[in-house]
């Protein structure tokens, strides 16, 4: 074997690639505003936008003629409170909505968390003392997701890493009668400096503190398949790794471990380091299928993207 051979021009490289990303393997996430014809530029994240579900809608539109097939949503209301009433109330659900009567096919995911509906920007509620209320969160998100499938979303994904959220969730899915919606659980969400773009775009940062007691420890890798296991037994249908960039190693552990399907997030960080080094000339466009392959290389099923669009726009179009 001459492995110059099989390099030699492009199209025995293509013969021989091992990875290949399809249209189906990618998940474009969308931060919902709520109004007609809203459109927000997020600073620290080049190329991304906060939308009405309007916009969410005309935006989605080339994306879908070449293939896309799921999305996932995050509300980003107008009202916060310390208990996050309005991660119960129409923001969400309409955006669902709209996006169904315009592509009824379309796997509607969405986020149920509570960062972007506090006041003090935690996932959960806090107790008198100031701190997580764990069973007021379990409670919240239950009801979230049952807002959320009633609405029509296909899949529900709790990315709070509260501990007993999937079977809390599964249990009222059930008990309101949604037995096919499926959930995603955030079963191996790391503590990352990678989600700091993400958190001016939901506008979720926590007023006070981070999240360490809640989200894994970077060093941790075992940790990572009993969180996995912890979700599949409460009945998470697809799992995910959380950020993907630096977590390529979890994710093949969980790919070598679990026959779940396996979904990583490859987060705000990631994209905004890369587009923040193409838009200065550091790196080539190209570095951006670099790392959806390695992402999916690593073993990821599916990979939830703010490269979709870009990933889209050098698809040809569907013959
Ligand atoms: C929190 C949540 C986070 C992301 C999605 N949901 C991170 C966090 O602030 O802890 C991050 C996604 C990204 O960085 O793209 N519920």
Redesign the pocket.
Known sequence: MNFRRLRKNAAIRSLVAETEISAADIIA?YFVREGRGVARAIDSMPGVSQFSADRVVEDMAPMVAKGLKSVLL?GVPNEKDPGGRSSIGPLVPDAIQKIRSAYPNMVIMT?V????YTSHGQ?APLDARGKIDEPAALERYAEMAVVHARAGADVVAP???MDGAVEAIRKALDGSGNLETAIMG?SA?Y??H??????D??E???KHGD?TSY?MDPPNRLEALREIEQDIAEGADIVMI??ALSYLDIIRDARENFTHPIAA???????SMIEGAIERGWMSENVRWELLRSIKRAGADLI?T?HAKHFFDQLPAAR
Request: with cysteine.
């Open positions: 996430p995050f986020d968390c509570l960062c972007g996932c990315s709070g890493m955030y969400k503590a990352s990678f989600y700091g773009p993400f958190r775009a939901a979720s940062a926590p999240r989200q959380k950020p997030y490859s987060v705000s960080g990631e994209y939830i703010y």
